[in-house]
């Protein structure tokens, strides 16, 4: 990004997304200066074992001190904190960015504690893996994969447009979207999956050991996807269902009325229905290889 | 198998399993002559074409006639008729054999057919992908997964032996096991998922045209494992819940319960609840990982 001249760039939180970026910006030599801040004093020395970044700060204020970029990688539920922290420490002229899951809660949760003459331009790449922390940061991890920006009214357009040009160098394409729209397609994509994921997983939790121990054995069945996908981190995702609540309930009640429909189905031997369904389905996976997302 | 002497095997029904079957018997050297016999003409034309077989039968007496394993490779639905036709063709001393994904039910509907002197030993290969048809098949298909035999009581034991030797030498691991018992698992490991997985993206299927579209676009956020999963073929898994019923009402009904569960701890904003569903998830994770099976 040569022709934005990024001197500095705040990095607070440092799991598997923070990382990642540090990778990317370190790789793709996004910015002069790469300064990690994470609450965890285990994380911090990590990251910096794992040389991360150029300067490592116990206080986020210290590492967004100057810092033309900051980019807060935190769980949900630690935005509003982290944004009123930072606040006072903040240049003027300096853009603030997040990639958390959910984007009208982090706009009312972080927007009100962005002073004057600082930008906000709130982002969520769609790109992750069933790991965490900061060893689990790579720098590929966005190519290919969209990056949605949810600016909220009246953002300075050259500031999206600078967040939207830091993600495109690290490999993503940019989409700008409502907050609202992206929590609705966000419920469907990948909330709800991820609560039934948990949920057939809890399932298998609750059967009586033997039987458990057959479901593990045997898993490659079918189980073996959703386990992967129940594998990611727990707080992360107590977030978004507490942050998204009503998208993802209005979802989720639509889900039940289909599968309560199936159930039906196959309780009173409806197998045209069934095969109708199933041959239906197949079209959303044609689909989703045209589009390139498999 | 060089010390079993399989001279014949007949391969009825020449899909992804079939075409699998025959491609690994072909590579290992498991059968001198490898007979195969399908219903449909396009299919049979096919399988020749890919050179999957030593001999093509438009009926499936005629690849039967002199076998010495005979592989049922057909839908659960089909199995009845296919055992019925072949019944007085097959050799005294022959094994018949299949690899659906239902055992009772198999065994119902196979059983009565087989004559006496020949012998049944039903089996299913925990093995697959979201492809269907002659072309899919690959070789090393079954390798590293298990394969699951449930003969009826009084199976002749060498025969049970025999099919178990020509799964490990296709690269499976055995494991003997009650035919109800079968069901009772599979419905978990592989049922209840593949029925979530259509029903997920049957919602989708129902939404309006442009949310629809972005859901295929942000589709890598969860939802995309669930359309492959959700891309089998549409009559095996009719069939599957119509054979499997009973099992696969049951532990829906478990599912529906503890999703249940989830979505009133969401709806009451009981974030603890949910971080520890979430967490103890991880831990069958890593158990799959453990067991090797991902």
Chains 1, 2 share one sequence.
């Not at 040569?2 to 500095?8: E, H, K, Y």
Request: net charge negative; proline share 4%.
């Amino acid at each position: 990004m040569t022709d934005t001249n990024v001197q500095r760039i705040a990095l607070v939180g440092i799991g598997l997304i923070g990382s990642s970026i540090a990778n990317a910006v370190r790789k793709e030599n996004l910015a002069a200066h790469i300064a990690i801040s994470t609450r965890s004093e285990t994380t911090l020395a990590r990251a910096e074992v794992l040389n991360l970044g150029d300067s490592y700060h116990a206080q986020a204020t210290d590492a967004v001190k100057d810092a033309d970029i900051v980019v807060i990688s935190v769980p949900l539920s630690a935005c509003e904190a982290v944004a009123k922290e930072i606040s006072t420490a903040l240049k003027p002229g300096a853009i603030v960015t997040d990639v958390s899951s959910c984007k009208a809660s982090v706009i009312a949760d972080m927007g009100p504690h962005i002073p004057d003459g600082v930008h906000f331009v709130p982002g969520h790449p769609i790109a992750g893996t069933e790991h965490s922390g900061p060893d689990a940061g790579f720098a590929d991890l966005f190519k290919g994969r969209w990056c949605i920006l949810t600016p909220p009214k009246g953002t300075d357009e050259k500031a999206v447009e600078q967040i939207s040009e830091l993600w495109k160098e690290m490999g993503s394409m940019v989409e700008v979207m409502e907050p609202e729209h992206h929590d609705q397609v966000l419920a469907i994509t990948s909330h709800l999956p991820h609560l039934i994921a948990y949920s057939i997983v809890d399932t298998a939790t609750n059967l009586q050991d033997d039987l458990k121990q057959e479901v593990i054995k045997f898993s490659a069945s079918g189980f073996r996807d959703f386990t992967r996908i129940a594998a990611s981190d727990p707080v992360m995702w107590r977030d978004v269902f507490m942050k998204n609540r009503d998208a993802v309930l209005d979802i989720l009640g639509q889900f039940s009325e289909d599968l309560a429909a199936l159930q039906r189905a196959i309780r009173r031997g409806e197998a045209d229905k069934l095969e109708e369904v199933f041959t239906r389905t197949r079209e959303i996976r044609r689909s989703v290889i045209d589009f390139k997302q498999d």
